[in-house]
Every structure is written in C-alpha cells, then in structure tokens.
C-alpha cells in the first residue's frame, strides 16, 4: 500500500486535490487509517485511469460516473466469464461443457 503523497508522486500531472475529490466522489476509494489513505494496488491502477480519461481523454465530472460505471460492469462481466470458464473446465462438468458447446454451434447462422 502506498499513501497519497507517494500516489501523485507516482502520476504526473496528478496533485492531492484532485485525488482528495475523487474520493469525496466515490470513484476512488483507498483505505482510510490513523495515518491517512491507503492505496491499494489497484488503487493506484484506478486512479492512473481516472486521470487519464480525465486529463488525456477530456470526460468531465457530469460523465465520468457514468464512463466508470460501464468499465466496472465490463471487468465485473470478464471476471464472471473467467469464472465461468474455469467452472466448465472442470473434470465434473464434462458432459455440462460438451452440451453447451453443441448448443453453441447450431445457434451460430
């Protein structure tokens, strides 16, 4: 973990007001201890994206919710597919695989 000091250090162009803001709306949300924020690696890796559609992409405050809202559901999605995946690569649902698999090949035109 690493503090917000070391965070905008991290990212330039970056300055503690906007991470602050960024908390304060919810977009961001590190660890919050004695001795300040606490960011997680994928802290960090949200808010290196949130600056960039902020600042390289130029999505303002009115879309941004919405912009991380979409990305949530679609990492949300793949992590549910991948699960699914492994759950059909399982020895016990063989059978489960293979009739999906079939399925699958006669809805395709």
């Known amino acids: 973990m690493i503090t917000i000091e070391l965070l905008v250090t991290q990212l330039p162009g970056l300055d503690r007001q ?12 590190p660890d919050s201890g004695p001795d300040g924020y606490q960011f997680h690696d994928i802290d960090v890796a949200r808010a290196r994206l949130i600056h960039e559609l902020y600042n390289d992409m130029k999505i303002n405050d009115d879309a941004l919710p919405v912009v991380l809202s979409l990305i949530d559901q679609l990492y949300d999605l793949r992590r549910r597919m991948r699960e699914l995946g492994e759950a059909l690569d399982h020895p016990a649902h063989q059978e489960l695989r293979s009739g999906l698999i079939a399925y699958l090949v006669k809805s395709v035109p």
């Open 18 to 29: 906007d991470v602050e803001r960024w908390i304060g709306n919810a977009w961001l949300r």
